[in-house]
């Protein structure tokens, strides 16, 4: 037995921040408005085979730990069995120390499988797996039970425009289940011109789900105009897009239309065209999103697939992509004016996978903030390599330096695994944290009420207001 890890004063270091944490933070329910969970196992109520299965198929940020541990990929994405690749996680934990996924391994075992009272390692695998495996094998832990134990309010996936949403239309008809799981419009593959196998192929589903013939620019902007139509009569209210930094070359429609039908035919991109497409895509996109009043999300800055010999093995989202360092500044404050310039500039959300970029990302959104929406343009929580605990610091006190804290709208997990809602409250023990380090310090009133509802808004209730799907 050791002492209890994760008690009620994890991360909070004094008096003030566990009374913030614990009688306001805490409180709220989630809203988790940017995640890639499949709507299908919602739908299904998929019942887990094993705790290898729910917790890491298809997580690549514990893929990553377990290859600079030396794990072979046998046990990671390989053949190897369910209970192999349980225990070199286990194996790999221990030297998790300091990354976050030490604190998240250990918050997930005591919220989602009450495991308290050990720290994972190879002596007590089996134990553990054993345990956590016949756990999911009852009601409590299905993916439904998961969503309301964690508190749920509403989920946003992130979907395909070519996605059908049969799943989504099932969770939305069953008045039994009140959670809301709604898709976010992610029109990625519409950009990827420089690949035209790849574009090609997605082309021909656009115009096999849309009924139209897409041998055109045109008819191409008209068949996702018409998707994107689809997806507002199912609820979504969000589109996504990921960027390696935001793209805005003046063009003509002439040359769109023809760097189009060069692509269409086959042939290579160069990549000048390829960033005239992308421009071209990218406004129509916004114009569609602002006509219809949706919010916009903008991940920038992420290189992917950087190890060719992986990608080719195993695939995207394995866990081969790294921080970018391209200039986002620069373009980035074009594609907003030319929105702006015509007041039709979305709300937008601005998540940058670079640190250094933060400063410049949370100046430029003070320069197109605007009335009635409060914190029109946000900047995003700390995403992806920077969801740690420092990296969630950064992000909130350069927001609190250059911009509005108070109106900022909080934490989302951008993850594929059903126990990572962990996130919203390791989040919020941090906010609460900083907040009361700061109250110990004499720099904030030690008024529990205002700075309370303060820790309110940013856990929940701005996000509620900013996105309106509740």
Not at 254 to 269: H, L, M, P, Q, T
Request: charged share 25%; hydrophobic share 35%; glycine share 6%.
């Amino acid at each position: 037995m050791v002492k209890t890890f994760i008690d009620d004063s994890f991360l909070l270091h004094n008096g003030f921040a566990l009374s913030l944490y614990h009688e306001y933070a805490r409180k709220v329910p989630v809203y988790d408005y940017h995640c890639h969970l499949p709507a299908e196992y919602i739908a299904e109520n998929r019942q887990f085979r094993n705790v290898t299965e729910a917790w890491l198929y298809q997580d690549h940020y514990k893929w990553r730990a377990m290859r600079a541990n030396g794990i072979d990929e046998r046990f990671i994405t390989g053949p190897g069995t369910d209970l192999e690749k349980f225990k070199a996680w286990a194996v790999t934990v221990p030297y998790t120390i300091r990354n976050p996924l030490y604190h998240w391994t250990h918050m997930e075992l005591k919220t989602c499988f009450g495991v308290d009272d050990k720290l994972l390692g190879p002596e007590n695998a089996d134990d553990i797996y054993a345990a956590c495996s016949a756990r999911l094998q009852t009601d409590e832990l299905r993916v439904r039970s998961i969503l309301k134990k964690m508190r749920v309010r509403v989920v946003c996936t992130t979907d395909d425009p070519v996605d059908e949403l049969e799943h989504h239309n099932k969770i939305a008809s069953d008045t039994s289940f009140d959670i809301r799981v709604v898709p976010s419009f992610r029109p990625d593959r519409a950009l990827q011109i420089e690949t035209p196998v790849r574009f090609n192929d997605w082309v021909e589903k656009l115009g096999e789900i849309t009924g139209l013939c897409v041998d055109s620019y045109p008819s191409f902007i008209e068949a996702i105009s018409k998707r994107h139509d689809y997806f507002h009569e199912n609820g979504c209210r969000i589109s996504d897009h990921g960027l390696e930094y935001p793209f805005c070359v003046e063009h003509t429609r002439d040359e769109v239309c023809k760097i189009f039908n060069k692509a269409r035919s086959g042939k290579e991109i160069a990549a000048e065209d390829a960033r005239i497409f992308k421009s071209a895509v990218m406004k129509e996109c916004v114009r569609m999103d602002s006509e219809k009043g949706w919010a916009m999300q903008l991940h920038l800055g992420v290189l992917r697939n950087t190890n060719t010999r992986f990608m080719n093995m195993i695939g995207p989202d394995s866990g081969f992509d790294s921080m970018g360092d391209f200039n986002i500044s620069v373009p980035l404050v074009r594609f907003l004016d030319q929105f702006d310039k015509k007041k039709s500039l979305p709300r937008t959300v601005l998540y940058n996978i670079n640190p250094r970029d933060n400063e410049s990302v949370a100046s430029i959104i003070g320069s197109f903030q605007e009335g009635p929406v409060p914190g029109k343009i946000q900047l995003g929580p700390g995403w992806w390599f920077n969801d740690t605990k420092d990296g969630m610091l950064k992000q909130m006190n350069t927001l609190s330096n250059l911009g509005l804290l108070s109106r900022f709208i909080g934490m989302t997990t951008d993850s594929r695994s059903f126990f990572s809602f962990v996130r919203h409250d390791y989040f919020r023990r941090i906010l609460c944290s900083m907040i009361g380090e700061d109250v110990e310090r004499g720099e904030l009133p030690g008024d529990i009420q205002i700075l309370g509802k303060t820790a309110r808004d940013i856990c929940y209730n701005n996000a509620e207001y900013y996105f309106g799907i509740c």
